[in-house]
């Protein structure tokens, strides 16, 4: 069965022709993704040749995708905007509360028992409001996402950072907070910047060790975390032809790491044969007939520099693996270079632990090309020096490779069968062989590196490479083994060299599933009972944010000046913390824990200014608002980077912190401040940042001119009794404004409604 097929239907219908009247009006060639913005708009009468990178557009995506971590507080948003079903298909899929342990037989049940109130309310809340639920142990979303909803020339919010997988089935998919979700469950307009657009051409054609993943590593190198910053990357190329479909997701899935909007490839043949292996042979022939404008103009890739911000040159031919990191994804290291890079910066070059799988490389090509390289060891009787853990991406993924015996060839090695699930790449896994303190190298197939997050050790050097190498470092347990030049030694003392990893990009046997664990959307919804216990230590209703009172906000203590990467892990850890993620008061106790304080180099320790203690961030900002305070927050570059969590808007929102002032903002987490009803300002002058001293009463002034385009100023009065000023801007518009007048977007709707 396919699934929301007469959706299908009706937009391949008009799909082509709605192009073909934005050409005719914007009269010029198109990009591929602006086929599926212009296409994709609230309102097609507000067309026109948007200034990419300033204007805010209003969009209406065909569907929204949830994980269960993030749909708790996204869903509990929604049962508040008053609506008895949501307006566009949604799923919701159970992949991250689920702990890697021991193994998937027990870590399972497990989490089924210790997730169950939440579990039942996603659920029922799904059966409720008519809401497509895929049940724990399904697989992780964005791989059921490519698998089950993914089309050609579609539009999709998800509430994960790593929604942009799907690009690679040549739809654009945009990582949202749940706020942003809840206006398109809603029917609202959904707002988006108009992204920039940075064009890849890719030339030539990987080979050897070198595989999809090792193409996004270069790219991060080359651009860094920043480098895609409210910019969609657009694919094109003849090398696109020789990458396949779940390899372009990898590609996708990555930009995230990049600051990207999202990421696209246009549509082939290989995304045609993957709807059809898939069990979505009429989707591929529905793409087929509109395949034209599935792909750029052709004037386009005649002239690129004419019609993208930026273009990158990419060669696969002279693509070698790579280690990124550890602690930040951009750190690209030639695998041919480790051994020096290494020593050079004191990396930890045993490798204790190799781990296979997240939404970013768990599909049956990776496992099948992983495996290969595990049968090696195993026929040829080389040890193995580090733990090997293995994540399925679906539990279609799962029954294949275990019918086709590809699971057999990782256990043969030790190798470890986790859940579907996301488990270690978000920080869900017991770690069997940690060694707090020192410093350790693991090596993953995932997508983030940030200290503490697969973990939760600030010692652990995380290091990102393909699933292939990864198995072959985890053999070898040296983080600088070359496999394309340097032999492994077996049991009998014989120097064996490994293959180049090989693999089928389909089953065979074509793919197989007894059970996906799925639960479709019901009309039979009258009788469902969404209950949350108001003892609940995990779910907890929502009351709304109050409105701002139109005043200046007048010294107000600095709760924390952080330094450095402060990232949503950092804002809002995940792990543990995970299942806090329907509990707002809960859930905030975690507030900016992982954040280093300027004056003092520590993390999760501030001056609380009203009595001297040093206390825990939130606990700083819980005294604070006992005594009716706000506070704000002083932080340097691309703060908010990494994961879509809103969490880390809504805990300091709860906590009565009204601004967030950095140097800049990652795009994600700027929109879900916005959202809250917080404000986001950055520093006009980046080195005021320096006179933000640890007991500065700080004042906001000017508030009754917030206005598009405005500035705010800043003043500090240092305990010294000496005064600085100073202005920082914003980049909201009049409806954001709006949003912060009436304490957050929701409210708003709920007004206006």
């Known amino acids: 069965m396919v699934l929301d097929i007469d959706m299908l239907r009706s937009f391949y219908a008009s799909y082509s022709a709605r192009v073909k009247e934005v050409r005719d009006k914007v009269q010029h060639p198109l990009t591929y993704a602006e086929k599926v913005l212009f296409s994709h708009l609230y309102d097609s009468s507000t067309l026109k040749n948007f200034n990419r990178g300033t204007d805010y557009v209003d969009f209406r995506p065909d569907r929204v995708a949830m994980q269960d971590a993030t749909a708790q507080m996204a869903l509990l948003q929604f049962m508040n905007a008053g609506q008895d079903v949501v307006s566009v298909p949604a799923s919701v899929h159970c992949d991250h509360l689920i702990r890697a342990d021991v193994g998937r037989d027990q870590d399972l049940p497990n989490a089924l028992n210790a997730n169950k109130e939440v579990y039942d309310f996603l659920r029922s809340v799904s059966q409720k409001y008519k809401i497509g639920f895929w049940e724990p ?91 895609g910053t409210n910019s969609i990357l657009e694919y094109f190329g003849e090398g696109v032809s020789h990458i396949s479909t779940t390899g372009k997701a990898t590609i996708c899935n990555m930009g995230a790491e990049l600051g990207a909007t999202c990421s696209i490839f246009p549509f082939d043949d290989a995304a045609a044969t993957y709807l059809k292996a898939t069990g979505r042979e009429e989707v591929a022939q529905l793409a087929m007939q509109n395949r034209e404008e599935l792909r750029a103009d052709d004037e386009v890739y005649a002239h690129p520099e004419k019609y993208y911000n930026q273009i990158l040159e990419i060669d696969l031919s002279s693509i070698e693996p790579s280690l990124n990191g550890p602690f930040t994804p951009d750190a690209a290291t030639p695998i041919s270079e480790m051994t020096k890079t290494g ?64 699971l057999d060839d990782f256990k043969k090695i030790g190798a470890v069968i986790m859940t579907n699930a996301c488990g270690p790449c978000i920080g869900q896994w017991k770690r069997h062989t940690e060694s707090s303190d020192q410093k350790n190298s693991i090596v993953a197939s995932f997508n983030r590196n940030f200290k503490r997050r697969l973990d939760g050790n600030p010692n652990t050097y995380a290091f990102v490479a393909s699933p292939e190498l990864t198995v072959a470092l985890a053999i070898a347990g040296k983080l600088d083994f070359n496999p394309m030049v340097d032999t492994l030694i077996n049991e009998n003392g014989d120097a064996v060299k490994l293959a180049e990893p090989t693999g089928d990009i389909f089953p065979p046997k074509g793919f197989d599933v007894q059970n996906k664990g799925f639960i479709a959307p019901s009309n039979e919804r009258s009788d469902v009972q969404i209950v949350i216990d108001p ?132 795009r994600i987490h700027e929109t879900n401040l916005k959202k809250q009803g917080m404000l986001a300002l950055t ?44 202005l920082v801007e914003h980049t909201y518009n009049q409806t954001q404004i709006d949003w912060f007048k009436a304490g957050s977007a929701l409210n708003y709707f709920k007004h206006k409604k």
């Open 535 to 666: 003892q609940s230590d995990r779910l907890q209703k929502l009351e709304p944010f109050m409105p701002w009172g139109g005043e200046d906000f007048n010294e107000m203590p600095l709760l924390i000046k952080a330094k450095g990467k402060c990232t949503t892990d950092h804002i809002s850890m995940a792990g543990p913390w995970l299942k806090y993620r329907g509990h707002l008061e809960h859930i905030s106790d975690n507030l900016l824990m992982g954040a280093v304080n300027a004056f003092n180099g520590e993390s999760n320790q501030v001056k609380d200014q009203l009595n001297g203690e040093i206390l825990s961030v939130s606990g700083a900002a819980k005294d604070y608002k006992q005594h009716h305070l706000h506070s704000i927050v002083v932080a340097e570059e691309n703060y908010g980077e990494g994961s879509s969590r809103e969490h880390a808007a809504m805990e300091p929102r709860f906590l009565n912190v009204v601004a967030i002032l950095a140097k800049s903002f990652a």
């Open 343 to 406: 020593a050079e910066k004191d990396f930890p070059m045993t490798v204790e632990v190799g781990l296979i799988g997240s939404c970013t490389n768990s599909s049956y090509e990776d496992l099948c090309r992983a495996a290969s390289i595990a049968r090696q060891a195993y026929e040829n009787h080389i040890p193995v020096k580090a733990q090997l853990i293995i994540n399925p991406g679906s539990e279609q993924i799962r029954f294949t490779a275990e019918r086709d015996g590809i």
């Open 137 to 227: 142990g399904a697989g992780i979303i964005h791989q059921v996402v490519l698998e089950n909803y993914a089309f050609p020339g579609g539009m999709m919010v998800g509430t994960d950072s790593h929604t942009p997988n799907a690009g690679g089935l040549s739809m654009i998919a945009i990582g949202v907070g749940g706020a942003d979700a809840v206006d398109v469950l809603t029917g609202q307009p959904w707002e988006l910047k108009m992204p920039k657009l940075i064009g890849i051409h890719l030339t030539g054609k990987l080979s050897g060790w070198a595989s999809p993943k090792d193409v996004i590593l270069k790219i991060l190198g080359i651009l860094t975390v920043k480098g």
């Open 683 to 726: 520093f006009v002058d980046k080195n005021d940042y320096d006179k933000i001293q640890e007991n500065d009463k700080i004042s906001l002034t000017g508030m009754k001119d917030f206005a598009p385009g405005s500035t705010i100023q800043i003043i500090l009065q240092h305990e010294n009794g000496e005064t600085d000023k100073f």
